[in-house]
């Protein structure tokens, strides 16, 4: 079984900037898209970013021009670098893999931003 294993995530003052990774525990094959979504408590999950098997970003607005999403295909990994933090970036952040047959979901991380 594919598990996607995230890490990166933590506590850090408003403006400053974490990097998450995203890798999988096994060779996934035909994979579409690879993104990061988040979920605040009390909120519903929200797309951040994704980017496609042939490295194109989409970003949600609330984080364009602060997150920038990149892809390893060799490893199998995908980052979020998140920079100018704000405390409403608060939420656990959760990894996702795309495939032409499998949606695979990572456990979350928390990012906690505060001012």
């Known amino acids: 079984q594919v598990q996607l294993v995230e890490s990166g995530g933590g506590l850090v003052q408003a403006g400053g900037s974490l990097r998450l990774s995203c890798a999988a525990s096994k060779i996934i094959f035909s994979i579409n898209t690879m993104g990061w979504y988040r979920q605040a408590p009390g909120k519903q999950r929200e797309l951040v970013a994704f980017i496609t098997s042939g490295g194109t970003p989409t970003y949600a607005d609330s984080v364009k021009g602060r997150f920038t999403i990149s892809r390893d295909n060799a490893k199998i990994t995908v980052y979020l670098q998140m920079d100018s933090l704000k405390p409403e970036d608060t939420a656990v952040y959760y990894c996702?893999?795309?495939?032409?047959?499998?949606?695979?979901w990572g456990q979350g991380t928390q990012v906690t931003v505060s001012l």
């Open positions: 996702r893999v795309v495939t032409t047959a499998y949606v695979y």
